[in-house]
């Protein structure tokens, strides 16, 4: 609906729709696999729009970079809920963990591009945790909290443990 009321009311203007979505599962030491699924849905906060659109407006002399994206976990319990205006991900974060892998896929037929930008963390004591920033350095703000995912279902980690995070960017026209 809030499509068609933006192609009403400016009909020549391209709408794009950004969501963005975190996946996860425990590898355990023992071997073990939890699936957590999809997570959350996250919310991409203002910042990162404004990000976006000055990097629009330096017309390509600024281009983004999925180089310059890091993960900050949160074991708040609980946490606050997601918003728009989050500039932080919680009280208690662990240290920042820079992505494993980073990619992109375009199709042109659907008009859908993704950015897929994936995650391997080791853990030497136990957490709970319930919730993930998304950390995009290469703005001319320094770090921008890109996205805030609060978890679902809170994953439960111990020492040993490896956490596998796939966070994905869909931008569709």
Do not use: H
């Not at 425990?26 to 957590?36: A, F, P, S």
């Not at 980690?157 to 490896?162: A, I, K, P």
Request: a neutral charge; glycine letters at 10%; charged letters at 20%.
């Amino acid at each position: 609906m809030k499509r068609f009321l933006k192609k009403l009311l400016l009909p020549d203007a391209d709408v794009l729709e950004l969501k963005g979505e975190v996946f996860g599962k425990v590898k355990t030491k023992e071997g073990g696999i939890k699936n957590y699924g999809r997570l959350s849905g996250g919310v991409i906060t203002n910042g990162s729009l404004l990000e976006i659109l000055k990097m629009m407006n330096s017309k390509g002399s600024m281009a983004p970079s999925v180089v310059g994206v890091y993960c900050q976990l949160c074991y708040d319990d609980p946490p606050a809920p997601e918003s728009p205006n989050d500039t932080t991900v919680g009280k208690n974060v662990l240290p920042n963990t820079p992505f494993t892998t980073a990619g992109y896929i375009a199709d042109t037929t659907t008009q859908t591009y993704k950015v897929i930008v994936e995650y391997d963390i080791s853990f030497s004591s136990s957490y709970t945790l319930t919730c993930a920033g998304f950390f995009w350095i290469g703005t001319t703000a320094g770090p921008t909290l890109f996205d805030r995912a609060v978890f679902n279902t809170p994953i439960v980690v111990n020492n040993g443990d490896l956490l596998q995070l796939t966070y994905t960017l869909t931008i569709t026209r």
